[in-house]
């Protein structure tokens, strides 16, 4: 909201303190790298987010286009000694180029299942996202679908903290809203979660019914 009314200086000091509390939190660090000053503040972000994301292609193409260079995880790399392959080695490669030559069934469609969520009047776009904000599939959000995606689980994850505390039930339904519009989230087995962004006049009880059926679908595909 802040950002939207153009006071950049009140949305970083939010997005500060959010980042203090969530060191891990993906949508703070992404408008934080958004709203830096220079390039090297705005690596520096990304560079945190790939610290608990690694290789999360949208941070690791926005660091090139920022010209920075990204790391690679150290400790991964290990030297063979000379000689042949020991023999597990040479038949994981057998297993995998049988794996290889083999046909495999063509996957599933998934876009289709936002089609009826989206086709509801006042809906602007809609996601799937598993429960470490990584987009499944998305239609109609404009290149949003990321940081959104990250918006909702980082919201579940605090609010399945707080209420566990309080030692109440996790909630399998939210909405966010402000006057620009609303963002609502349902969620099935706190495994998979539809994020719809609407206008702010649309009843979330009316896309309820949409975006469970959305998760069947998924989840039969």
């Given at each position: ?13 939010l ?14 660090h992404?408008?934080?790298?958004d ?12 560079r945190?987010i ?22 690679p ?18 038949a994981?490669?057998v ?18 299942v936002l ?16 429960a470490?904000?990584?987009?499944v599939t ?5 290149g ?7 918006l909702?689980?980082?919201?579940m ?16 339904a ?18 998979f ?8 006049s ?8 949409r ?10 595909a």
């Open positions: 909201m802040e950002i939207a009314a153009k006071r950049k200086a009140e949305a970083v000091l997005l500060r303190t959010a980042v203090e509390k969530d060191p891990r939190s993906y949508a703070a992404r408008l934080l790298a709203l830096a000053d220079s390039k090297e503040q705005a690596i520096g972000h990304l945190a790939l610290g608990f994301k690694p290789n999360d292609p949208i941070v690791v193409a926005k660091i090139a286009e920022l010209g920075g260079v990204v790391q995880p150290t400790g991964t790399h290990r030297t063979m000694p000379p000689g042949p392959p020991p023999l597990a080695a040479t994981t490669q297993v995998r180029q049988v794996q290889a030559a083999a046909p495999r069934p063509a996957a599933p469609a998934r876009g289709a089609d009826a969520l989206c086709g509801e009047a006042g809906v602007r776009g809609a996601l799937v996202a598993d470490q904000g990584r987009v998305a239609k109609g959000m404009n949003q679908e990321d940081v959104l995606a990250a909702a689980a980082d919201l994850r605090s609010a399945a903290t707080a209420l566990a505390t309080a030692g109440a039930a996790v909630p399998t939210w909405s966010l809203a402000c006057a620009q519009g609303q963002l609502l989230a349902f969620t099935r087995e706190r495994s979660s539809v994020v719809v962004l609407a206008e702010p649309v009843r979330p009880a009316m896309l309820e019914l975006a469970r059926q959305a998760l069947l679908d998924l989840g039969a």
